[in-house]
């Protein structure tokens, strides 16, 4: 039987943080095998909130060497960018007709956006965002998209343009649904609910073991726990958190000993930063390897992009054809 497809997409904002591994790459890595896969690097949705970054192309670069150190298989999916295949912009000028601004104007991440960007004006690229990302989804005929709770609208219009375009045209598309990743995100250092570029509160893929206990040291506890011997509450920490994820093992130990005082935070940080550490080390390597040899890293690129194009160009030939636009 056919494999039911996936299209998984991200934004390059350069090196990847551990929030995005726990978040998302760690179920793509799973659900490569099950599903056909395409990943898409959504550098032209980047632009709408990093029209100065150094080099789009850069941080693609980085997000991909990312990708390939936790493990997505290049051969098993092809990579790449949304700019390099120009139909994504045709599909999305096609979809951008049959979904209304008012529908578009009440998307939830719309509003979250403009209170997290502060921004007055809202660009077209902002209220367009979810429909450009449908073209992305639907051009690979996408039955799944993996995605945190925090993308369910959009794959919701996904499903709505994919409707209307069938009942307008003729069944051409999927119904796409989301697949949601089931571990809750991993908190920033600083406390805040989120690991993010932007709060510069991240622990990266590409830290080495130094940077990571340093980072650690810095990170947020229980305020009420200044000094060993304080009792301590495990379940409103930061370091807690990131222990339940990589220190499972040793779970139970912590919080006993975090609740009873007799663990202190310096320990206990120590600990959390070499579990971490021990995680990332196949990841440095990897890295290294990707980095050393870059331009395996654009053959891969190339190779997905080619790969991309073909599934991209028969859906739009289909499209096409459906629409009687010759
Ligand atoms: N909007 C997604 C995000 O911010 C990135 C993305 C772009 C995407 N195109 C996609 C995700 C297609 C899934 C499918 O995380
Ligand atoms: Fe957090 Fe560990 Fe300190 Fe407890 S002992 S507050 S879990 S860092």
Not at 168 to 186: D, H, I, M, N, W
Request: charged share 30%; net charge neutral.
């Amino acid at each position: 039987m056919q494999k039911k497809r996936i299209l998984s997409g991200m934004r390059p904002t350069g090196k990847l943080h551990l929030g995005h591994y726990v978040g998302a790459l760690e179920n793509w890595v799973k659900l490569q095998d099950e599903y056909e896969s395409y990943h898409l690097i959504a550098d032209y949705h980047a632009l709408t909130t990093n029209l100065n970054s150094d080099s789009i192309y850069d941080d693609s670069i980085n997000m991909l060497i990312d990708w390939l150190a936790v493990g997505l298989d290049p051969k098993k999916s092809p990579m790449f960018r949304q700019s390099q295949i120009k139909e994504h912009t045709e599909l999305h000028l096609i979809f951008s007709m049959l979904i209304t601004v008012n529908r578009l104007e009440r998307n939830p991440t719309l509003k979250d956006q403009v209170r997290d960007l502060n921004i007055d004006n809202v660009i077209y690229g902002h209220l367009g965002y979810p429909v450009l990302q449908t073209a992305d989804i639907l051009l690979y005929m996408g039955n799944f998209v993996p995605v945190g709770e925090d993308q369910v609208s959009h794959v919701e219009i996904s499903r709505e343009i994919a409707r209307k375009f069938n009942n307008q045209y003729g069944e051409v598309f999927p119904e796409p649904k989301p697949l949601l990743t089931k571990f809750a995100r991993l908190p920033g250092l600083d406390g805040v609910a989120k690991m993010s570029k932007s709060l510069n509160n991240t622990i990266l893929l590409a830290d080495d073991p130094e940077t990571v206990m340093t980072k650690l040291k810095k990170a947020v506890t229980d305020p009420q726990k200044v000094r060993k011997g304080d009792p301590g509450r495990p379940e409103i920490c930061v370091v807690f958190s990131y222990h339940s994820k990589f220190n499972q093992t040793e779970l139970e130990e912590v919080a006993k000993g975090c609740r009873s005082g007799e663990l202190g935070c310096f320990d206990c940080k120590k600990n959390c930063a070499s579990k971490i550490s021990e995680f990332l080390e196949p990841i440095l390597e990897k890295r290294k390897y990707y980095e050393k040899n870059i331009n395996i890293v654009k053959d891969i690129l190339a190779d997905g992009e080619v790969r991309g194009k073909k599934a991209a160009s028969e859906t739009m030939a289909e499209v096409r054809s459906k629409m009687k636009l010759g």
